[in-house]
């Protein structure tokens, strides 16, 4: 069965740093994996997906598939950063699984 | 597009009673899907539907939950005799989706129940 850890339940780190939110995935075909957010007040939203092999908001995120991780990182974290993140494998076309979330906040 | 809608935002319940939570997807989306988090637990799929059809309800518990996605109006999640047990909060999300990739998928501001 497909499955999504996120092994960090919270993550605290100073402006600046450097930040890796861990993903691993378990799923036997050929995964699309995204990096969801949820800001304060806010919906959750799509911060990026693993096929655009984009930047968002200076984020990254390689699908290292020897590894089934899909870790998402940032070199200088910013305050605004804070938030809930959640990893997500998307089985087939349609179903999406996601892990239980990484809290990252960030200190000034 | 006012985006994905759920209502209500919060109900609250008395064990035996029935909860019926409403979503109305994006304008243009017709997949819809729910989703329960529970603290510590993350997001939890529950089922999947397109208008008229459920196509994956392999996270819904067997007995008391029942989903529809009528071909007017809005995905109705329905969950009958509540206990304390299903004091979460219920999200709905939408996409298009295409056959080729899984779309984004947008969120509502989700329905917390609780039972009293």
């Known amino acids: 069965a497909q499955r999504v850890t996120q092994p960090e339940k919270l993550l605290s780190v100073f402006k600046g740093a450097p930040v890796e939110l861990k993903c691993n995935y378990s799923y036997s075909g050929s995964p699309e994996l995204f990096w969801y957010v949820q800001y304060s007040r806010q919906r959750l939203q799509l911060l990026l997906r693993?096929?655009s092999r984009e930047s968002i908001k200076g984020f990254t995120a390689d699908l290292n598939k020897g590894e089934t991780s899909f870790h998402l990182k940032k070199p200088f974290a910013q305050e605004e950063d804070s938030a809930m993140y959640y990893c997500?494998?998307?089985?087939?076309?349609?179903?999406?699984?996601f892990g239980t979330g990484t809290r990252l906040k960030v200190l000034a | 597009n006012a985006g994905v809608m759920q209502n209500p935002r919060h109900l609250v319940r008395r064990r035996g009673q029935e909860a019926r939570l409403r979503c109305s997807p994006m304008k243009g989306h017709s997949h819809v899907y729910w989703y329960r988090q529970l603290p510590e637990e993350g997001l939890k799929f529950m089922v999947y539907?397109?208008?008229?059809?459920?196509?994956?309800e392999s996270g819904m518990p067997k007995e008391r939950f029942s989903a529809e996605f009528p071909k007017e109006g809005p995905s109705i999640l329905r969950i009958q005799q509540v206990v304390r047990g299903d004091s979460a909060a219920y999200f709905c999300a939408s996409s298009t989706g295409t056959a080729r990739s899984a779309g984004e998928l947008f969120f509502g501001e989700g329905s917390r129940l609780t039972v009293l």
């Open positions: 693993h096929i």
């Open positions: 997500a494998v998307v089985s087939g076309t349609y179903k999406y699984i």
């Open positions: 539907l397109q208008k008229e059809n459920i196509i994956d």
